[in-house]
């Protein structure tokens, strides 16, 4: 709730005029589990508001408050998921200060990707503080990591734009590792990972803040699918969204 009481108040804060409202949040996703769910109810709130009211709000506009939603949540955050929430597709996307550069990435070939679950043993929040302390006792060590995961990213667009898939699994490899090497993964998604690239996945990783939660896997076989229920996971159903964020009328 605290997500969507920042999103309410900077809504207000944008169109200048507070007004009382009836909202309801439905989620086909589990809660907390790496896949931006709570970007996307940031974005979906504060875009609702606005239009109810009579306003209108540009995209990226929309994709910064959502952001600035996150940040104040969570002391930090990546602009990642609320500019997919807000834009869909398959976007770069880098921090510049307070603001985000966000660049369309068209894939040279179809992505196929399989979902795993876990339950989440930490919040975002306590993983968020935990890299940061880690950050602050042994920068010399930690900063290394983090340019490393950021050069990855460069990468797999490039390999995206190629429709190079084996490079983008390889480089999903690594930068799992990478996101291990910080911490932030659990013994039961390293588990998912690694069944995953066994049973055929061209690469494996964590998503989202980790701590449990979800992982990603670059495949289309069934049988990488069996591999994760077998290791204890649920397998979840997705699409690539192109539309972000709409409104839809009940009338």
């Known amino acids: 709730m605290s997500y969507v009481k920042r999103a309410v108040e900077l809504a207000m804060e944008y169109v200048d005029k507070k007004s009382g409202i009836d909202l309801e949040i439905r989620s086909e996703m589990p809660v907390g589990a790496g896949l931006g769910t709570s970007a996307a109810v940031a974005v979906a709130t504060i875009y609702a508001y606005i239009r109810e009211l009579g306003y209108d709000i540009d995209k990226r506009e929309l994709a910064r408050l959502a952001w600035q939603v996150e940040r104040d949540v969570q002391g930090s955050a990546s602009p990642t998921d609320t500019t997919m929430a807000t834009f869909g ?137 069996k591999a994760i229920e077998l290791t204890g996971g649920s397998v979840l159903k997705a699409v690539l969204d192109v539309n972000g964020v709409t409104v839809v009328s009940n009338d």
């Open 89 to 225: 597709g398959i976007m770069y996307v880098r921090p510049e200060g307070n603001n985000a550069v966000m660049e369309p990435v068209r894939p040279g070939i179809n992505v196929p990707l399989i979902i795993g679950y876990v339950p989440r043993v930490s919040t975002t929040k306590d993983l968020v503080a935990m890299v940061r302390r880690k950050y602050e006792a042994m920068r010399d060590v930690i900063e290394p990591i983090i340019r490393s995961i950021g050069t990855i990213t460069k990468r797999g667009r490039e390999a995206l734009e190629k429709g190079d898939l084996e490079l983008m699994g390889a480089l999903m490899n690594i930068n799992h590792g990478l996101l291990d090497a910080l911490g932030v993964s659990t013994k039961q998604l390293n588990e998912l990972v690694y069944a995953a690239r066994s049973a055929g996945a061209l690469g494996s990783k964590l998503t989202g803040a980790g701590g449990g939660g979800c992982m990603i896997a670059l495949s289309d076989r069934v049988e990488v699918e």
